[in-house]
């Protein structure tokens, strides 16, 4: 096995004996960048010398024998929607094509401390608007299962990186399932937590209230060491809740027995891929045989997450997007005033999807629509959490696919937004509701990754990890780095 094969877990029992070093796995790593980035273009920023020079100082800790923690001297991928001090931070856009931010966002911040290499930046859709990453600014992400494939979106790049063996591990964000999808058609671990689990300081808003910061990883183990570095209460975001953090490696091997998991109907009719839904429920009756209580469940508004969802998150992203404006920092085009100046930057600096959404947002909050709208979507986003409240009185867990389809072809629907907007239909709920929610690989179909979903109540991020460490084990998935040669 070659060193940029290993996972987290694997490259840090050698590095702790010694039998490896952190600069050799990562020139392994950056090796490996080096030889399929051009096919892949998972990155928007390769970080080479940034890489050798925390590869070096996470060397130091270990021959010193200082305090090392299980991501000392890991190469880590994160998607350049957090801020990298010092380090260009672009969201996929134009308009901050040539960012460079002061600061590092906590999350940032946090794996520092514990001693991570940073080997780039990855890919997205433009201001994590997409599900496909093909709305990049700069270039669209191919599959590595496929590279005539899109990696799902909007955190295409970190998932492809992963699967294609070009970071141990990388950071992607959620908003209505941008971790787990892409995590779903690459094939690798994605999870997204509790709403307020991983602090949004750094993070560039799109949508406020259902952005998260979640892992990728190509196990689940290594999803709980991620987790574990990146979780936890920071006075520098509001909405950070003020909870200790559970010992997530620790949860992970301890007993399922007793354990009811939910098949809520709605996410196996209608728009998904039948193939997929009985691969998920292969996994039950198997899950079922080994003494797991499966009971199907309702989930009724389901049906409405979707169009709430594309209420709320356009007006927020409306308000948030509304600082670029050419004025302070980012692009900024020439003009005579400084209205003339506003409307050009904004035009020529903002992609097509993302002045689709801001009109959609900038519409819904406008007078007159308020209620009609944005009101009535928050008041549905109510019922959706109420649904899955109920669910968890019966129920510890939920199980579904995590995308209704496979990859799909590139450029198969970027001409059709709601097709596009369909991709989502099993992640959004989670975020409307504020849950953790988990994609995990559990098959293939015509040589494409399947992911399975399992969604918990608030603050389940222990119990999510332990049911999908059991899964995985089960199923007998992990580490599927996808098949690219080298020329």
Same mark, same amino acid.
């Given at each position: 096995m070659k060193l940029w094969q290993l996972t987290v877990q694997e490259a840090h029992r050698l590095l702790l004996k010694r039998?490896?070093?952190?600069?050799?796995?990562?020139?392994?790593?950056?090796?490996?960048?080096?030889?399929?980035?051009?096919?892949?273009? /998972?990155?928007? %920023?390769? +970080?080479?010398?940034?890489? !050798? @020079?925390? $590869?070096?100082?996470?060397?130091?800790?270990?021959?010193?024998?200082?305090?090392v923690t299980p991501l000392t001297g890991i190469p880590i991928a994160i998607k350049d929607v957090l801020c990298t001090k010092g380090i260009r931070t672009t969201c996929g856009s134009r308009i901050l094509e040539n960012f460079v931010p002061p600061y590092d966002a906590t999350c940032v911040k946090r794996l520092k401390e514990w001693g991570a290499v940073f080997v780039g930046k990855t890919n997205m859709d433009e201001f994590a608007m997409g599900s496909s990453t093909e709305f990049s600014a700069f270039f669209p992400t191919a599959n590595p299962w496929d590279l005539k494939r899109v990696p799902g979106g909007s955190s295409g790049g970190s998932a492809a990186a992963v699967a294609?063996?070009?970071?141990?591990? /990388?950071?992607? %964000?959620? +908003?209505?399932?941008?971790? !787990? @999808?892409? $995590?779903?058609?690459c094939g690798i671990v994605g999870l997204k937590p509790t709403y307020g689990r991983v602090s949004r300081f750094g993070l560039i808003a799109f949508?406020?209230?259902?952005?998260?910061?979640?892992?990728?990883?190509?196990?689940?183990?290594?999803?709980?060491?991620?987790?574990?570095?990146?979780?936890?209460?920071?006075?520098w975001d509001s909405t950070s809740i003020p909870e200790p953090v559970p010992d997530y490696l620790q949860e992970l091997n301890k007993e399922v027995n007793g354990l009811t998991i939910g098949l809520p109907k709605e996410y196996f009719g209608e728009g998904v891929d039948q193939r997929i839904a009985q691969m998920i429920y292969g996994v039950a009756k198997k899950l079922e045989t080994l003494g797991v209580r499966i009971e199907e469940v309702s989930l009724p508004t389901t049906e409405y997450a979707l169009s709430a969802y594309y209420i709320i998150a356009p007006a927020?992203?409306?308000?948030?997007?509304?600082?670029?404006?050419?004025?302070?920092?980012?692009?900024r085009v020439p003009a005579d005033d400084i209205v003339e100046m506003y409307c050009k930057t904004r035009k020529e600096g903002f992609g097509r999807e993302v002045k689709h959404r801001i009109m959609l947002g900038t519409y819904t909050l406008s007078s007159g629509y308020y209620e009609a709208y944005y009101l009535r979507a928050a008041k549905v986003r109510s019922l959706i959490r109420r649904d899955f409240e109920k669910a968890f009185q019966t129920?510890?867990?939920?199980?579904?696919?995590?995308?209704?389809?496979?990859?799909?072809?590139m450029g198969e629907r970027t001409t059709d937004p709601l097709l596009m907007k369909m991709c989502d239909i099993c992640t959004i709920p989670a975020n409307m509701a504020g849950l953790p929610a988990i994609s995990l690989p559990c098959g293939f179909i015509d040589g494409l990754p399947v992911g399975l979903q399992l969604t918990g109540p608030p603050l389940s991020e222990p119990l999510l990890l332990r049911g999908a460490n059991w899964i995985e084990k089960q199923v007998g998935l992990f580490n599927c780095l996808a098949p690219l040669s080298v020329p």
């Amino acid at each position: 096995m070659k060193l940029w094969q290993l996972t987290v877990q694997e490259a840090h029992r050698l590095l702790l004996k010694r039998d490896i070093s952190s600069r050799e796995l990562t020139e392994s790593v950056l090796d490996r960048i080096a030889q399929v980035e051009d096919r892949v273009k /998972a990155f928007i %920023t390769v +970080t080479e010398s940034v890489a !050798r @020079q925390m $590869a070096e100082e996470a060397d130091r800790r270990l021959r010193q024998g200082e305090h090392v923690t299980p991501l000392t001297g890991i190469p880590i991928a994160i998607k350049d929607v957090l801020c990298t001090k010092g380090i260009r931070t672009t969201c996929g856009s134009r308009i901050l094509e040539n960012f460079v931010p002061p600061y590092d966002a906590t999350c940032v911040k946090r794996l520092k401390e514990w001693g991570a290499v940073f080997v780039g930046k990855t890919n997205m859709d433009e201001f994590a608007m997409g599900s496909s990453t093909e709305f990049s600014a700069f270039f669209p992400t191919a599959n590595p299962w496929d590279l005539k494939r899109v990696p799902g979106g909007s955190s295409g790049g970190s998932a492809a990186a992963v699967a294609a063996g070009e970071c141990c591990a /990388a950071l992607g %964000t959620d +908003t209505g399932g941008s971790v !787990r @999808q892409p $995590a779903s058609f690459c094939g690798i671990v994605g999870l997204k937590p509790t709403y307020g689990r991983v602090s949004r300081f750094g993070l560039i808003a799109f949508a406020s209230s259902l952005d998260q910061v979640g892992p990728m990883t190509r196990t689940v183990a290594d999803c709980a060491v991620l987790l574990q570095a990146i979780a936890g209460h920071d006075p520098w975001d509001s909405t950070s809740i003020p909870e200790p953090v559970p010992d997530y490696l620790q949860e992970l091997n301890k007993e399922v027995n007793g354990l009811t998991i939910g098949l809520p109907k709605e996410y196996f009719g209608e728009g998904v891929d039948q193939r997929i839904a009985q691969m998920i429920y292969g996994v039950a009756k198997k899950l079922e045989t080994l003494g797991v209580r499966i009971e199907e469940v309702s989930l009724p508004t389901t049906e409405y997450a979707l169009s709430a969802y594309y209420i709320i998150a356009p007006a927020e992203a409306s308000s948030n997007l509304a600082r670029y404006d050419g004025v302070q920092y980012g692009y900024r085009v020439p003009a005579d005033d400084i209205v003339e100046m506003y409307c050009k930057t904004r035009k020529e600096g903002f992609g097509r999807e993302v002045k689709h959404r801001i009109m959609l947002g900038t519409y819904t909050l406008s007078s007159g629509y308020y209620e009609a709208y944005y009101l009535r979507a928050a008041k549905v986003r109510s019922l959706i959490r109420r649904d899955f409240e109920k669910a968890f009185q019966t129920c510890q867990l939920l199980m579904s696919p995590t995308s209704p389809i496979l990859p799909f072809p590139m450029g198969e629907r970027t001409t059709d937004p709601l097709l596009m907007k369909m991709c989502d239909i099993c992640t959004i709920p989670a975020n409307m509701a504020g849950l953790p929610a988990i994609s995990l690989p559990c098959g293939f179909i015509d040589g494409l990754p399947v992911g399975l979903q399992l969604t918990g109540p608030p603050l389940s991020e222990p119990l999510l990890l332990r049911g999908a460490n059991w899964i995985e084990k089960q199923v007998g998935l992990f580490n599927c780095l996808a098949p690219l040669s080298v020329p």
